[in-house]
């Protein structure tokens, strides 16, 4: 993407003012701690990104650039605080000047500012982690596979990928969780149906049976088949819209006797004795803190025990005795079994009486329109109240949570109110007094309400089948993206571990030439275990000395980068990483950076001058290209020491 | 050391991934234009939110 020419450096962090040419070559700055090195690294990033990773994110407290980041002399002065870099963007064949200063750092100010370089420098803005400190370092090497996974999908960008992933996941279960009560609604709107068609199923030829014995007595012309759009009711003459709606008494008598047999189903589904010992068992669960979170806890344990390998904790990395740990997460999964075992018991228990409640419901909504129509309209308030409330207790019931209402529930449910019953029975005899209709009223009657309910049930049932499509649809394209990215993601994977492999080897070739590792992805972690002398694969901090460990971190950004940017990887800074590293070593490094990544411009920094040397020696830096910080003060910044002056 | 075989840059992954995708929905049995509203949302528009994502899979009246 860019190299960087030169920087220029004022009133930023340590420094007063100061300006390095590094001619896009490799450039070394050395010094002790505390002169300045991590202040021309900050100036670095902070110029191209606007941003210093040292003064923000995670553990900085009240930290932060735009008070922290001019010097200390200057912190209410920003505007003196600038850096100002000249950068070379090879394909574009472009040097271009960025200026960005403290009191705005999301301002770059770049000359000449055409379209095609702002989008090279929004690229390089976007890829911050062309600086590796050893901090960085240790993140890839020693962290936990599931903050690995964090850091290594920062670095190649993923975290879209994750979150298209949970998202798809997320809409599939949500389309599925609803073909529940769609379900039982499309059952219900069966039940009125059938009621209403005096038949005991539903098919083609039993609805034209029932429909054309009606139609026949109004004369009309029989219908031979059922569509989605037949009417029951076709050529039956439409009454004058003025005319009052009548209740259909014949109809209107069977849904009475239907709700009182729901009722009377509620009172008698759970027995006393079941009430009481469902009661009793949601009683032993209340004390048990497990019963809110089981469920899913249960699923977590039981993913856990399965993915315990080589005695680690797979949650937290923490090592164990594997039988210990075996039996420590068993513990905790018998324990929710059990919980969880009480909670699908009570549920089987309690699920006739969710389902008489929502018969209920139906009908007295039904009686309650039928009311409505009565001249003049019956009372029914109690009715409609009951109804509400068996809605409620039916989604308290459902859900089982929180247990204390359930148990309220269940033991004040099943008792219907006698104002309700009182009201059936007040409508009851409104209706028996209706005078008995025509036979051709009659059959007009049963048409129209048939026809009713046939549409209530069909529209239940188109959506219930549009809610499984849904469903099928969503899960179908949640599974295709987990299976393609997967397969993405295994391929990115097996190429990094590749190439890591073979960079460590070649820079521990004295004794790790066969050296091998793998990069295990697994639900949103990345396992990484390393070869040791051919004795196994474990993780990195397990046997590897501190000094390889860095050298892995360093090998592994490599791999990572060359993948991620390919011939774009032309810039990177390396912020003393190798401070544990071995002088026979850090030769071979030098070696491996001129020798595999000849277009990439590194700008290291270092307290040792032997490294400093090596890098000269090796041919990785040539002879101008390094400065030495000698000291530093806060009036003057670092003290520098050119390499031409030794 | 063997030299590691030349890899070419692969800038945007999530791109590469959201690309293999709706390839891959295109040779399933999955509506074309549901194809269609992934590919504006995940290549155009580039919105991964849960919204967005639930007009591509579901569509427009998804929401209502």
């Not at chain 1, 759970?270 to 899913?296: F, Q």
């Not at chain 1, 391929?491 to 960079?503: H, N, T, W």
């Not at chain 1, 020696?617 to 003290?639: H, I, K």
Request: charged residues 25%; glycine residues 6%; aromatic residues 6%.
């Amino acid at each position: 993407m860019i190299r960087v020419d030169s920087i220029t450096i004022k009133e930023f962090r340590g420094i007063r003012d100061l300006t390095l040419d590094f001619k896009e070559k490799n450039f070394a700055i050395c010094g002790p701690n505390g002169t300045g090195k991590s202040g021309v690294v900050d100036a670095l990033e902070f110029a191209l990104t606007g941003n210093v990773s040292r003064l923000s994110g995670e553990g900085r407290g009240d930290i932060s650039l735009k008070q922290h980041g001019p010097h200390v002399d200057r912190r209410n002065d920003p505007d003196k605080a600038r850096v100002t870099v000249k950068v070379t963007i090879p394909s574009l064949s472009k040097t271009v000047t960025v200026e960005r200063r403290l009191k705005t750092p999301a301002v770059a100010h770049v000359t000449p500012s055409d379209a095609a370089t702002l989008e090279v420098l929004k690229q390089v803005k976007s890829h911050p982690e062309f600086v590796l400190s050893r901090r960085e370092l240790i993140r890839y090497v020693l962290a936990t596979p599931g903050k690995r996974a964090e850091e290594v999908q920062a670095l190649l960008h993923l975290d879209e990928v994750e979150q298209v992933r949970v998202g798809l996941q997320k809409i599939a279960n949500s389309c599925e969780k609803k073909l529940v009560p769609l379900g039982t609604a499309s059952m219900q709107a069966r039940d009125t149906l059938l009621r209403a068609l005096e038949v005991s199923e539903v098919t083609t030829a039993i609805v034209l049976a029932a429909a054309n014995a009606q139609r026949a007595i109004l004369d009309l012309p029989a219908l031979t088949d059922l569509t989605e759009s037949t009417s029951l009711k076709d050529g039956m003459a439409t009454p004058p819209p003025a005319k009052p709606q009548r209740i259909p008494k014949a109809q209107a008598l069977a849904d009475i006797r239907a709700a009182r047999e729901a009722l009377a189903e509620i009172a008698s589904v759970p027995s006393a004795t079941l009430v009481a010992e469902v009661v009793a068992d949601l009683n032993a669960l209340t004390g048990d803190p497990a019963i809110a979170a089981s469920v899913k806890q249960e699923a977590f344990y039981t993913t856990g025990i399965e993915l315990i390998e080589d005695g680690a904790c797979p949650f937290c990395d923490t090592r164990w005795d594997l039988d210990e740990l075996r039996k420590h997460v068993q513990t905790k999964i018998d324990h929710l079994e059990d919980v969880s075992r009480k909670r699908i018991a009570a549920k089987t228990k309690i699920a006739p009486l969710i389902v008489a409640l929502g018969k209920a419901q139906v009908a007295i909504n039904t009686l309650v329109r039928y009311a409505a129509l009565a001249t003049p309209p019956v009372g029914c308030d109690s009715a409609r109240d009951y109804s509400v409330n068996c809605g409620t207790a039916i989604e308290r019931l459902t859900s089982l949570l929180p247990l204390a209402e359930s148990i309220s529930v269940l033991t004040n449910v099943p008792s219907v109110p006698p104002a309700v019953l009182d009201a059936i029975y007040e409508l009851e005899n409104v209706v028996a007094m209706l005078p008995d209709p025509t036979k051709q009223d009659a059959a007009r009657e049963w048409l129209t309400v048939a026809q009713e309910r046939l549409e209530v049930w069909r529209e239940a049932m188109w959506k219930l089948n549009a809610a499984k499509q849904q469903a099928q649809t969503a899960r179908q394209v949640s599974d295709i993206y987990a299976t393609t990215s997967d397969a993405v993601l295994a391929g990115i994977y097996a190429a990094v571990e590749k190439d890591f492999a073979a960079l460590y080897g070649f820079v521990n070739r004295d004794d790790e030439d066969k050296f091998q590792a793998k990069l295990i992805p697994s639900m949103g972690k990345l396992g990484f275990d390393v070869d040791f002398y051919g004795r196994g694969f474990f993780p990195p901090g397990a046997y590897h000395s501190e000094g390889h460990q860095d050298g892995m971190g360093l090998c592994l950004y490599l791999a990572l980068m060359r993948y991620l940017q390919g011939d774009g990887f032309t810039f990177a800074v390396l912020d003393d990483v190798l401070m544990s590293v071995d002088a026979g070593h850090r030769r071979e490094v030098c070696t491996l950076l001129k020798r595999e990544f000849p277009k990439t411009q590194f700008i290291m920094t270092t307290h040792d001058p032997i490294w400093l040397r090596h890098m000269r020696t090796e041919g990785l830096t040539g002879g101008r290209s390094a400065v030495q910080f000698r000291n530093w003060s806060v009036d003057e910044g670092p003290t520098r020491w050119d390499e031409r002056d030794v | 050391m063997t030299r590691s075989p030349i890899i070419e840059g692969t800038s945007d992954i999530p791109t590469q991934i959201f690309e293999n995708f709706l390839l891959a929905l295109g040779e399933a049995s999955v509506p074309l234009e549901l194809v269609a509203r992934l590919r504006k949302a995940l290549l155009e528009e580039r919105t991964f939110t849960r919204r967005a994502l639930t007009v591509a899979v579901l569509g427009e009246g998804s929401l209502s």
